[in-house]
């Protein structure tokens, strides 16, 4: 949408658009799927978006997008154009479509530059209707990330969420440790604790 497509499949080859939003986006941990896909020609990136509608995601072990449009929050992703045979196939299972832990149904999306805002139709892969709204009510009505990144946020603070206790523990291993027999090291150090685990995100 706003950036360079790649790999563009063969346009002989029919095609649908999937708006992607967990860890099948670039530069988290499933993304290799989906350059495994583009390398064989099955699918291509057609840029970032944002959905027009909020919706809720619930962080379970895995980022669900919830059917209830107009709840949450506008959710940001990649659209991929994907061959309606083995792209689609490959996708359908690698999301629990067969057991019953995803649906795809329509959704949508504009540019997330908001240069271009002409909406775009396209499908997305929601948590099954089953037990969907049900996963929103008992998470509380919470929003599954502290940013509207899907699975970005989760993903990408877990390497930073240890820096602060690292420095911690590198600090008290160090030749300053008596330090701590004064109140402003202690005050130091319950703080970068605090941190480290979530507790005072300021």
Excluded at 19 to 31: D, E, P, Q, T, V
Excluded at 65 to 78: D, S, Y
Excluded at 83 to 107: C, F, K, M, S, W
Aim: contains cysteine.
């Amino acid at each position: 949408m706003d950036e360079t497509s790649e790999h563009v499949p063969n346009n002989e080859t029919k095609q649908k658009l999937i708006f992607i939003y967990g860890r099948l986006k670039r530069g988290l941990s499933n993304h290799w799927q989906m350059a495994d896909l583009i390398s064989r020609s099955h699918a291509a990136f057609l840029g970032t978006c944002v959905t027009v509608q909020p919706y809720p995601i619930v962080r379970d072990g895995t980022p669900y997008l919830i059917n209830l449009p107009g709840r949450g929050r506008r959710v940001h992703g990649e659209l991929y154009s994907v061959t309606a045979d083995r792209g689609l196939n490959r996708l359908d299972y690698l999301v629990g479509i067969g057991v019953g832990q995803h649906e795809r149904l329509p959704i949508c999306l504009v540019s997330d530059t908001r240069i271009d805002l002409t909406e775009v139709s396209a499908e997305a892969y929601f948590a099954q209707r089953s037990f969907g709204p049900a996963l929103w009510e008992r998470s509380g009505k919470v929003y599954g990330d502290k940013s509207d990144n899907g699975a970005e946020a989760g993903e990408a603070s877990r390497g930073l969420v240890g820096l602060p206790m690292l420095f911690c523990l590198l600090w008290l291993s160090s030749s300053r440790r008596n330090e701590l027999n004064s109140a402003v090291g202690g005050v130091v150090v319950v703080l970068l604790i605090l941190v480290s685990s979530g507790c005072w995100s300021g």
